[in-house]
């Protein structure tokens, strides 16, 4: 059974302080890992896409990274419009389905 | 920049009730999920939705549940007699092509069974 687990749960940040996310997986056959973020009461939208071990997507102020094991969500130089929950997701080779980890709930302090 | 919508945004129900969950996806997008939130825990996997049928569905979706693709554009889903622990976001999300391809949400229905 896939398992996605992110940490820290919550992280509070001063604006600009940067730091980053971890999602851990265990999966059989990574098909594709991917990073949402969630607003309160609103839909998942999406950030970034990975696919094989080493690499790298860039959005603005936010990084992810993926190895075999885990992918990091670096966020530099924050600021509080970023305070958002973030979600892990990952497909494997044989499902059509999205396994979420239970999030990291971001907040940006000015 | 096309859009995953949902309606209604939050449904009151009485437990016992039937309710339809109605979604509209991205127009282009070939497969269609549900997805459950309830409150304060992860985002929960429901059904896959492929070629008018379904392509997947997890332990969750059992035969209280359906689906239906009822024209060329709204995706619904339908309990059939909720449940209190149905209460929960319901969110539709579709994707261009299925296993790996990025998956758009709406912005989901709450769902609140009394």
């Known amino acids: 059974e896939d398992q996605v687990t992110q940490s820290p749960e919550a992280l509070r940040l001063q604006e600009g302080e940067s730091s980053s996310l971890n999602c851990s997986y265990t999966?059989?056959?990574?098909?594709?890992l991917f990073w949402y973020r969630q607003d309160p009461g609103k839909g998942p939208e999406f950030l970034f896409t990975?696919?094989?071990a080493g690499e790298e997507k860039e959005k603005e102020r936010l990084k992810a990274t993926l190895t075999k094991k885990e992918s990091f969500l670096h966020i530099t130089a924050p600021k509080p419009e970023d305070s958002a929950t973030y979600l892990c997701?990952?497909?494997?080779?044989?499902?059509?389905?999205?396994?979420f980890g239970g999030g990291t709930r971001l907040m940006v302090k000015p | 920049e096309p859009e995953v919508t949902q309606t209604p945004s939050h449904q009151v129900t009485q437990m016992g009730q039937e309710v339809i969950l109605r979604c509209v996806p991205i127009?282009?997008?070939?497969?269609f999920y549900w997805y459950r939130q309830i409150l304060g825990q992860k985002v929960e996997f429901l059904v896959s939705?492929?070629?008018?049928?379904?392509?997947?569905k997890s332990e969750i979706f059992d035969d209280q549940f359906s689906v239906e693709r009822p024209d060329g554009s709204n995706f619904t889903l339908k309990i059939r007699s909720t449940k209190l622990e149905d209460s929960a976001m319901y969110f539709c999300?579709?994707?261009?092509?299925?296993?790996?391809?990025?998956?758009?949400f709406g912005p989901g229905t709450r769902l609140t069974v009394t």
């Open positions: 990975l696919y094989s």
């Open positions: 997701a990952v497909y494997n080779n044989a499902g059509n389905m999205l396994t």
């Open positions: 999966v059989s056959g990574l098909r594709g």
């Open positions: 999300a579709s994707s261009e092509d299925g296993q790996g391809w990025e998956q758009y």
């Open positions: 127009s282009n997008h070939l497969y």
């Open positions: 939705f492929y070629n008018n049928e379904i392509s997947e």
